[in-house]
């Protein structure tokens, strides 16, 4: 079972529209999560890290953990095209070596 | 200039060649990888090291190497290169313990072997 699963998509939303894009992980030690956007070709950037359960906001985007569950997902309100991207999710299993491991990535797309 | 500085950006080889990438940073972080990215695959973790003298393996460090010059700089090698190495190959580097455990990429390097 790989330990970072994500829908490869293509997720596809209308502009203005909120996109929501999941993420579940097997090691229930996991710590610290974060997601990264990568458009094509270009090197991953961060766009949001949570460490507690609940619900973080940054702008137009609010980052949700449960780890009761196992699942971290990312919400982008008011979908632009410039969000159009592959999001990363990324799972820190231990804090003294920061080595995350990735998952595959959701490729969002977002209509005019 | 780019915090995380990774040379070359594109390289086409041969199979059986040898080949080295290189990253240097000027973030002062003492914790650096490389990972490498595959349609499909995601990330994944080759080598990392904490310090010049602290070398650990990844999930896939069979086939490469690592050496560790300085504190900044964190080179990969593909000592006899395959086709199935064809990738693209990304440098991080990350604050020491304590820190976020935020990942800072450099702009990546690909590669293909033929």
């Known amino acids: 079972q790989k330990e970072v699963e994500q829908n490869s998509g293509p997720l596809s939303v209308p502009e203005g529209a909120i996109a929501s894009l999941n993420c579940t992980y097997s090691d229930r030690g996991s710590q610290s999560f974060f997601w990264y956007r990568q458009y094509s070709g270009k090197s991953p950037e961060l766009i949001m890290f949570?460490?507690?359960?609940g619900d973080k906001e940054d702008g137009r985007f609010t980052a949700q953990l449960n780890k009761a569950s196992q699942y971290v997902s990312l919400l982008i309100r008011d979908s632009q095209p410039s969000d159009s991207a592959t999001y990363l999710c990324?799972?820190?299993?231990?804090?003294?070596?920061?080595?995350?491991?990735f998952g595959t990535g959701t490729l969002l797309a977002v209509q005019p | 200039d780019a915090d995380v500085t990774q040379t070359p950006r594109n390289r086409i080889t041969k199979t059986g060649k040898r080949i080295m990438l290189e990253c240097s940073q000027t973030?002062?972080?003492?914790?650096m990888y490389w990972y490498r990215q595959d349609p499909g695959l995601g990330l994944r973790l080759i080598y990392y090291s904490f310090d010049v003298k602290d070398i650990n393996k990844g999930e896939i460090s069979d086939g490469y190497s690592v050496s560790r010059q300085a504190q900044a700089k964190f080179s990969l090698s593909l000592e006899s290169a395959i086709p199935n190495q064809t990738a693209l190959y990304f440098c991080a580097t990350s604050e020491n313990r304590g820190g976020t455990g935020e990942l800072f990429f450099g702009e990546g390097s690909r590669l293909t072997v033929l």
């Open positions: 990324a799972v820190n299993l231990d804090g003294a070596t920061n080595k995350l491991i």
């Open positions: 973030k002062g972080h003492d914790r």
């Open positions: 949570i460490y507690s359960n």
